[in-house]
T-cell receptor, first 107, second 115 residues
Framework: GQQVMQIPQYQHVQEGEDFTTYCNSS?????IQWYKQRPGGHPVFLIQLVKSGEVKKQKRLTFQFGEAKKNSSLHITATQTTDVGTYFC???????FGTGTSLTVIP | NAGVTQTPKFQVLKTGQSMTLQCAQD?????MSWYRQDPGMGLRLIHY???????DQGEVPNGYNVSRSTTEDFPLRLLSAAPSQTSVYFC??????????????FGPGTRLTVL
C-alpha cells in the first residue's frame, strides 16, 4: 500500500492557538483527502486535493497540497473546543490512511 | 437515505469462532471498503471492492474474507477469530466514477472483542 506518514501523533493546544498537521509520502500522490474523527465517532470527509500546489479553505481550516504532490498540510486558525478529534489524511486510489493526529484543545 | 449501516455495533467472540460483520449502503456507490482501527495505527485497509462481483485485498487481509454479490452489501467474514483481531471495524463507500467524486462515507463502526 501507499505509505503515508503523518505528524505529529498528538497535539495539545490552548483554545485560540493555531494547529497544523502534516502528511508526507515518499512517492507522488494522485490526490489526498482529509478526514476528521470525533472521539467515539467515525471518520468524516473534509476535503480532497488533486492539483499540485493547491490551497483550499473551509472557514478556519486551510488545506495545502505540495508542489511535488508528496506532502500536504491541514492548518486550523484559532482553535475551538469543537475542533477536538483526530485528523487523518488518506491517499491513493485505495485511500490508504495516515496514522492520524489527535488534537486536544484546552479551554 | 440511511447512508452506510453496519451491524452489529458491538460483538464479543471467543478465539476460534467465526462471524460476519454486515455492511450496507443505499447510495448506489460502486466502491466499498473495510478498515480496522487500532490505537496509534490509524485506519488500515482490509479489503475493498470496486463493484459487484469484484473484490481485492488491502494492507491487512489475512484472517478476513469478503464478497460483493450486490452493489448494496459488502459483508466481512472472520474465519477463525483471534485476539489480534480485537479492533474497531469501519465500512465505507464512495461513488467513484466520472463526476461523482471520491468522498468516502463511513458507517458507525463495529467494536469487536476476541477473548
Amino acid at each position: 500500500g501507499q505509505q503515508v506518514m503523518q505528524i505529529p501523533q498528538y497535539q495539545h493546544v490552548q483554545e485560540g492557538e493555531d494547529f497544523t498537521t502534516y502528511c508526507n509520502s515518499s512517492t507522488t500522490l494522485s490526490n489526498i483527502q482529509w478526514y476528521k474523527q470525533r472521539p467515539g465517532g467515525h471518520p468524516v470527509f473534509l476535503i480532497q486535493l488533486v492539483k499540485s500546489g493547491e490551497v483550499k479553505k473551509q472557514k478556519r481550516l486551510t488545506f495545502q497540497f505540495g508542489e511535488a504532490k508528496k506532502n500536504s498540510s491541514l492548518h486550523i486558525t484559532a482553535t475551538q473546543t469543537t475542533d477536538v478529534g483526530t485528523y487523518f489524511c488518506a491517499a491513493g486510489n485505495q485511500f490508504y490512511f495516515g496514522t492520524g493526529t489527535s488534537l486536544t484543545v484546552i479551554p | 437515505n440511511a447512508g452506510v449501516t453496519q451491524t452489529p455495533k458491538f460483538q464479543v467472540l471467543k478465539t476460534g469462532q467465526s462471524m460476519t460483520l454486515q455492511c450496507a449502503q443505499d447510495m448506489n456507490h460502486e466502491y466499498m471498503s473495510w478498515y480496522r482501527q487500532d490505537p496509534g495505527m490509524g485506519l488500515r485497509l482490509i479489503h475493498y471492492s470496486v463493484g459487484a462481483g469484484i473484490t481485492d485485498q488491502g494492507e491487512v487481509p489475512n484472517g478476513y474474507n469478503v464478497s460483493r454479490s450486490t452493489t448494496e452489501d459488502f459483508p466481512l467474514r472472520l474465519l477463525s477469530a483471534a485476539p489480534s483481531q480485537t479492533s474497531v471495524y469501519f465500512c465505507a463507500s464512495t461513488p467513484r466514477g466520472r463526476d461523482r467524486g471520491n468522498e468516502q462515507f463511513f458507517g458507525p463502526g463495529t467494536r469487536l472483542t476476541v477473548l
